[in-house]
């Protein structure tokens, strides 16, 4: 079965400091990748994906990531944290067998501190 | 821009009620979901539905229900509400087609079973 993995509940970084957010995935088959981010009271808003090719991956808000086959990871980054950054990210996988479902880490809340 | 509207922000009912949660998609998005959302556990999918008055089962479905009547509606039912179903419930919907597109989700609902 698909899954991912979010090891951390909270990350704190002070701003102007670069930030990761860590995710790893075990899936059957070539892994689709997302993360998304949640501000206080409100849905998720898509910030990137991976499907193929570079493993870069850049997103909104100056956020990336990077596809790590070899350690199964996609961790999130961004090279310099602001307070505004503060919020529940979460990653997913896409579901196996060409299904829309993703299924959803179990979510990381960044603080970043002035 | 996608638009989800969700109808409630925040619905207060009691034990034994029958609760109806609507979301609206203006996108013409065949797929729809409805997830909860619950601290520490992330995202759970309840249910799905790929097409008018299709539906297929989530990763929790029990104690609820779906309707998908019309392709832009897509209504969570809880047949008779319990206190473990106390949680924030989010609708999301997802386009078909070969890019992998992400999921749009509404705000959501907060839902209090008391």
């Known amino acids: 079965a698909q899954s991912v993995a979010q090891p951390e509940d909270q990350v704190n970084v002070a701003e102007g400091n670069p930030l990761t957010v860590k995710c790893t995935y075990s899936v059957s088959g070539n892994p689709y990748l997302f993360w998304y981010v949640q501000y206080p009271n409100r849905g998720l808003q898509f910030l990137l994906k991976?499907?193929?090719?570079?493993?870069l991956v850049k997103g909104s808000y100056g956020f990336e990531a990077e596809f790590n086959k070899s350690q199964t990871s996609f961790h999130l980054k961004k090279p310099s944290a602001l307070v505004s950054d503060s919020a529940l990210y979460f990653c997913a996988v896409r579901d196996y067998g060409g299904s829309y479902k993703l299924i959803f880490g179990s979510g990381t809340r960044l603080l970043v501190r002035p | 821009d996608v638009k989800v509207t969700q109808s409630s922000r925040y619905l207060v009912k009691r034990t034994g009620e029958k609760v109806f949660l609507e979301c609206v998609q203006d996108?013409?998005?065949?797929?729809m979901f409805w997830y909860r959302q619950d601290p520490g556990l992330g995202l759970r999918l309840i249910y799905f539905s790929y097409d008018v008055k299709m539906k297929e089962k989530g990763d929790i479905p029990e104690g609820y229900s779906v309707s998908r009547e019309k392709k832009e509606r897509f209504s969570l039912i809880l047949e008779s509400a319990s206190t473990n179903q106390t949680s924030m419930y989010l609708c999301?919907?997802?386009?078909?087609?070969?890019?992998?597109?992400?999921?749009?989700f509404g705000n959501g609902t907060r839902l209090t079973v008391t």
């Open positions: 996108m013409d998005h065949e797929n």
């Open positions: 991976y499907i193929t090719g570079d493993n």
């Open positions: 999301a919907s997802a386009q078909t087609g070969n890019n992998f597109s992400p999921l749009h």
